[in-house]
């Protein structure tokens, strides 16, 4: 938090698929999972677009923004 300014922020993700593949799916979800009521309150979701599949041996890196996830002020 900066002058009444709030920025979430963090380190890119990387799902590998490792013993083999990860199904279709097209929705990934972002979620706090430290506070225990409500429990895992979501933070934002992504549209992929279409359903995907991650090959055994494969990754996907969801990147974000240099900026931060999202702003609040």
Do not use: H, K
Not at 14 to 40: C, E, K
């Amino acid at each position: 938090e900066s002058g009444g300014t709030y920025t979430l922020d963090a380190d890119d993700i990387t799902i590998t698929a490792s013993g083999g593949a990860i199904a279709q799916f097209r929705y990934v979800y972002l979620f706090n999972d430290t506070p225990t009521s409500p429990a895992d309150p979501l933070i934002c979701m992504w549209d992929m677009g279409a359903a995907i599949d991650i090959a055994d041996g494969n990754s996907i890196t969801l990147q974000f923004n240099a900026s931060g996830i999202l702003t609040v002020a």
